[in-house]
């Protein structure tokens, strides 16, 4: 191979035996239009729906994760709780157990209906993540799995103010770290309510009565 010296080594050379390729602009539209949505259109989207660029780049990072994405929130799941779930609690079970995501014990159907029951108050974010182990080992629906282990979150104000009632009896030192202005110490009440409803007590609810009875 000896190196180009003149302008006319780059001159354009047809080569006969290859066939001339000629198109329509109706072909290539045809073509443009059976285009699957492109990575960085895809983000794009993903951000305009409420993610941020990093959970948006994850997401789309692989096409099966990106599909998997829409499909929840095409089941009603909120956007931004649908990422936080797949990015978080689904892939680190994805990871121990060596699977992809188009292998999931957890479809996008079922996530999308536990990450509803998050969005209505059925249960709490820290309940989902009961209600989400059980789903992995488990083909139950979200819902039979809350109703048959008792998780529904309280929601009933007399029983949560009960429980916040005897939790302020029992831990003075903490109502009178707070009253002192030590407001911090609010988070030990709620831990303690938490504790005493198993979890199931509504975190702002008990927020919400502590703040008015130690006010």
Do not use: C, H
């Amino acid at each position: 191979m000896r190196s180009k010296e003149e302008a006319q080594d780059y001159r354009y050379m047809p080569e006969p035996d290859l066939v001339p390729i000629v198109t329509t602009d109706e072909e290539i539209e045809s073509y443009r239009r059976n285009l699957p949505e492109l990575p960085d259109a895809r983000r794009v989207r993903l951000v305009k729906m409420g993610l941020t660029e990093y959970d948006a780049g994850v997401i789309t990072a692989s096409r099966a994760m990106a599909d998997y994405f829409d499909r929840v929130v095409e089941g009603g799941a909120d956007a931004k709780l649908a990422a936080n779930w797949i990015m978080g609690d689904l892939a680190k079970n994805l990871n121990a157990g060596g699977k992809t995501i188009e292998e999931s014990p957890v479809g996008a159907d079922r996530l999308a209906k536990m990450i509803a029951l998050i969005s209505k108050g059925t249960i709490s974010s820290k309940i989902a993540k009961t209600v989400f182990a059980e789903m992995w080992s488990s083909p139950d629906e979200p819902e039979k799995i809350v109703e048959a282990k008792g998780l529904v979150q309280i929601t009933d104000t007399g029983a949560i103010e009960a429980i916040v009632d005897e939790v302020i009896a029992r831990n003075e030192k903490a109502v009178a770290d707070y009253q002192g202005g030590n407001k911090k110490a609010i988070g030990a009440l709620v831990g303690q309510v938490m504790k005493a409803s198993k979890g199931k007590a509504n975190p702002a609810m008990v927020n919400q009565l502590l703040a008015r009875k130690l006010g």
